[in-house]
């Protein structure tokens, strides 16, 4: 069961790009001893949540891959005393820096092991992270003195947009005095999204089906998430853009009903790429949609599809397999 189906919002791998920023380096300075780091006090609200940092957290736990992965980007590596909860391969760029942090547990740690951690700062993907049912919500860890962070796509309040993508890398940015990393960054992810959009000027938008997983119904992408966003700038229309969360359940009869072109299959955990597709081809109350009729596939790893720093280049690496034509 996939953790976004759990938190009810929520292989082989593509050609990867590399990250826009070098990744591993050592932190931006806090300012001399006994002064305020440069751009503290800084003060966020995320998901509801008002706090205030006097200095950057200096130990750090990572609940799933791709908040990891921000913080390796940003050059945080150092911060982090443990991480959690892989959905899939590590870009190879980040593999050095991942493989220096403790992994405390394969999906999430309970309490009592965060607690020994001895952390200032617990960041979370999902909203699972922070589960009430594990004694480990955002109060409880702040009554432990322990300040939180739960990636944006886990509270939208009007969906998720890739300006969303970019409020994330700032705001973690500002949290860990790296700002000009963050800003950096931005920067490029910008000119990554301009350079693939020129490149589909004139196509014509497919539709798709999103298959995360599901048997009994289709787990897929709603229009509340970030993988939305990517479907569209890659030229494509998903066809369950008015399911009103990031992720969630749809009858067979509905992807049925509603034709689509290409389905783009989320590449992650146990079960392979190649037993989704033989799930769907194989399954005759799919036969008479296009794509299965065509065998018109797209892949995608689960962390390009998340909200995180893999997501400007995702949408290049998707269109490049819905419009192929485009590259020619």
Not at 46 to 73: D, L, S
Not at 258 to 280: C, F, N
Request: glycine fraction near 10%.
């Amino acid at each position: 069961m996939s953790l976004r189906r759990h938190a009810l919002i929520p292989a082989a791998l593509l050609p990867l790009l590399l990250p826009l920023a070098a990744c591993g380096s050592t932190p931006e300075p806090a300012g001399r001893t006994g002064a305020p780091a440069a751009g503290f006090p800084y003060t966020v609200t995320n998901c509801g949540v008002k706090t205030t940092f006097e200095a950057p957290p200096k130990r750090v736990v990572t609940m799933n891959q791709h908040v990891t992965e921000i913080m390796i980007e940003l050059g945080l590596t150092k911060s982090l005393v443990g991480t959690a909860w892989l959905d899939d391969a590590v870009l190879p760029a980040y593999r050095k820096a991942y493989d220096s942090v403790p992994v405390v547990a394969e999906e999430y740690p309970s309490k009592e092991k965060l607690l020994s951690l001895n952390p200032d700062f617990v960041y979370g993907g999902y909203t699972s992270a922070f589960a009430a049912k594990d004694g480990r919500t955002r109060d409880d860890l702040a009554d432990a003195g322990i300040d939180t962070r739960l990636n944006l796509e886990s509270c939208p309040e009007d969906g998720t947009s890739m300006d969303d993508v970019f409020r994330e890398i700032n705001e973690v940015g500002r949290t860990f005095g790296v700002a000009g990393r963050a800003a950096k960054w931005t920067t490029g992810a910008r000119a990554t999204l301009a350079t693939t959009a020129a490149g589909l000027k004139g196509v014509k938008p497919v539709s798709v089906f999103v298959y995360d997983s599901g048997d009994k119904t289709a787990f897929t992408a709603g229009g509340a998430g970030i993988g939305n966003e990517l479907i569209e700038r890659a030229g494509g229309r998903n066809v369950f853009a008015d399911l009103d969360k990031p992720f969630g359940d749809a009858t067979w009869e509905q992807v049925v009903a509603r034709k689509p072109e290409t389905i783009v299959i989320y590449d992650y955990g146990s079960t392979t790429v190649a037993q989704k597709k033989k799930r769907l081809l194989e399954d005759p109350v799919l036969k008479d949609v296009p794509a299965i009729r065509n065998k018109r596939f797209a892949v995608l790893p689960l962390s390009d599809a998340v909200l995180g720093v893999r997501a400007p280049a995702a949408v290049g690496r998707l269109a490049s397999q819905l419009h192929p034509e485009a590259g020619e």
